[in-house]
């Protein structure tokens, strides 16, 4: 009797043990599926402050550098913003990949099961998502534009009225209308991934 239960526990614990290892390598698996998302991610977190950057540059080289130098600094500043996200971006899309096993992974192997590891990893290889994320770009951007079409002139009105405060604020003069921005302006293109 006590070989049989002893038997049985070495048993379930082979078995646990070879259900880890499948769940692992699923888990694996969906981290390779996902790799190009990842690293999306971690272009995105460099290019946000950059383009940040990049406004605030362009709204002080309007209001503060002379016509003259206007074109030399910006040629300059955006060489300078393009390093840093040259730079930049192969730093933390190769540290993103290779802590993504223990956030990103450790997360799927808590929160999903093995049967359902399976059918992600069938959906993530399937030509119907394939599909879909190649045409997401577009789609995106035309519900952006219609979005921005529809209300965006809602916005402008607020969005004059907070530039004119934080002008006020500021004690900066007041822009022309003509360099005031718009909510309704044309959609930017989203970063190329």
């Given at each position: 009797m006590?070989?049989?239960?002893?038997?049985?526990?070495?048993?379930?614990?082979?078995?646990?043990?070879?259900?880890?290892?499948?769940?692992?390598?699923?888990?694996?698996?969906?981290?390779?599926?996902?790799?190009?998302?990842?690293?999306?991610?971690?272009?995105?977190?460099?290019?946000?402050?950059?383009?940040?950057?990049?406004?605030?540059?362009?709204?002080?080289l309007?209001?503060?550098?002379?016509?003259?130098?206007?074109?030399?600094?910006?040629?300059?500043?955006?060489?300078?913003?393009?390093?840093?996200?040259?730079?930049?971006?192969?730093?933390?899309t190769?540290?993103?990949?290779?802590?993504?096993?223990a956030?990103?992974?450790?997360?799927?192997?808590?929160?999903?099961?093995?049967?359902?590891?399976?059918?992600?990893?069938?959906?993530?290889?399937?030509?119907?998502?394939k599909?879909?994320?190649?045409?997401?770009?577009?789609?995106?951007?035309?519900f952006?534009?219609?979005?921005?079409a529809?209300a965006?002139?809602l916005?402008?009105?607020?969005?004059?009225?907070?530039?004119?405060?934080?002008?006020?604020?500021?004690?900066?003069?007041?822009?022309?209308?003509a360099?005031?921005?718009?909510?309704?302006?044309?959609?930017?293109?989203?970063?190329?991934?």
């Amino acid at each position: 009797m006590r070989a049989l239960i002893v038997l049985a526990l070495v048993t379930g614990a082979t078995l646990a043990h070879a259900q880890s290892n499948s769940k692992k390598e699923l888990v694996a698996k969906v981290l390779q599926l996902q790799q190009a998302s990842i690293e999306g991610l971690a272009r995105n977190i460099v290019e946000r402050p950059a383009v940040q950057m990049m406004q605030a540059a362009a709204a002080t080289l309007q209001a503060q550098v002379p016509p003259a130098k206007r074109e030399a600094a910006a040629k300059s500043i955006d060489a300078d913003i393009r390093k840093f996200v040259d730079e930049g971006v192969p730093i933390l899309t190769e540290r993103a990949i290779k802590i993504a096993p223990a956030t990103y992974g450790v997360g799927l192997e808590e929160k999903f099961t093995e049967d359902e590891l399976r059918q992600l990893v069938a959906w993530l290889e399937s030509p119907v998502n394939k599909k879909f994320q190649q045409n997401v770009p577009e789609l995106q951007n035309a519900f952006t534009q219609k979005l921005i079409a529809e209300a965006g002139p809602l916005l402008d009105p607020k969005l004059l009225a907070l530039q004119r405060k934080l002008q006020a604020t500021l004690g900066v003069p007041a822009a022309s209308s003509a360099t005031a921005p718009k909510a309704s302006g044309p959609a930017a293109k989203p970063a190329a991934k």
